[in-house]
T-cell receptor, first 111, second 114 residues
Framework: RKEVEQDPGPFNVPEGATVAFNCTYS??????FFWYRQDCRKEPKLLMS???SGNEDGRFTAQLNRASQYISLLIRDSKLSDSATYLC????????????FGKGTRLHILP | DAGVIQSPRHEVTEMGQEVTLRCKPISGHDYLFWYRQTMMRGLELLIY????????DSGMPEDRFSAKMPNASFSTLKIQPSEPRDSAVYFCASSARGGAGELFFGEGSRLTVL
């Protein structure tokens, strides 16, 4: 099983719709989780951290399910500008504190 | 404030040539990371430094790759000799808190080896 797995997509979603995607991780020692966004031919940028109790930032909601070892990102009222690749990041709090990026989920918001 | 600065932005070279990529991290950041991104493999960590010291280089693909950080404001990633399979976008990122904090990426160096 890969350390971090994401559905590559693409998710083609009409503007205004709600979309959600998950990211699964294999290391139960993982303790820190993030979502990054990467626009086409640009660098990744932090979108939001993922807290144990779940957290919201405007139209974006991130959740963590430790029992099933996945994190999720939900986008409400999607905008054209949300079109991007969303990368999940998992960090295991062991000696190396290894940072693992998922390969990303591509999202296309359709007008 | 200046972000992470990488150079060159684009490089096209022939197989067997030496390639040197450069990175200037954000001032005050103690951690510096080198990543490689391809469609097939996604974003892979090659090596990272803490306070200029290499901490984990297990992601460096082979001896053709080397990285240095002679001071807090400069790092290089060198490929010698380069091969076509090294073609990728190479990102440098810096962080004030290692993996616990946000990684700030440079714009990347797009390498094409013919």
């Amino acid at each position: 099983r890969k350390e971090v797995e994401q559905d590559p997509g693409p998710f083609n979603v009409p503007e205004g719709a709600t979309v959600a995607f998950n990211c699964t991780y294999s290391n139960s020692a993982s303790q820190s989780f993030f979502w990054y966004r990467q626009d086409c031919r640009k660098e990744p940028k932090l979108l939001m951290s993922v807290y144990s109790s779940g957290n919201e930032d405007g139209r974006f909601t991130a959740q963590l399910n430790r029992a099933s070892q996945y994190i999720s990102l939900l986008i409400r009222d999607s905008k054209l500008s949300d079109s991007a690749t969303y990368l999940c990041v998992v960090i295991a709090r062991n000696r190396d504190d290894k940072i693992i990026f998922g390969k990303g989920t591509r999202l296309h918001i359709l007008p | 404030d200046a972000g992470v600065i990488q150079s060159p932005r684009h490089e096209v070279t022939e197989m067997g040539q030496e390639v040197t990529l450069r990175c200037k991290p954000i001032s005050g950041h103690d951690y510096l990371f080198w990543y490689r991104q391809t469609m097939m493999r996604g974003l892979e960590l090659l090596i990272y430094f803490n306070n200029n010291v290499p901490i984990d280089d297990s992601g460096m693909p082979e001896d053709r790759f080397s990285a240095k950080m002679p001071n807090a404001s400069f790092s290089t990633l060198k490929i010698q000799p380069s091969e076509p399979r090294d073609s990728a976008v190479y990102f440098c990122a810096s962080s004030a808190r290692g993996g616990a904090g946000e990684l700030f990426f440079g714009e990347g160096s797009r390498l094409t080896v013919l």
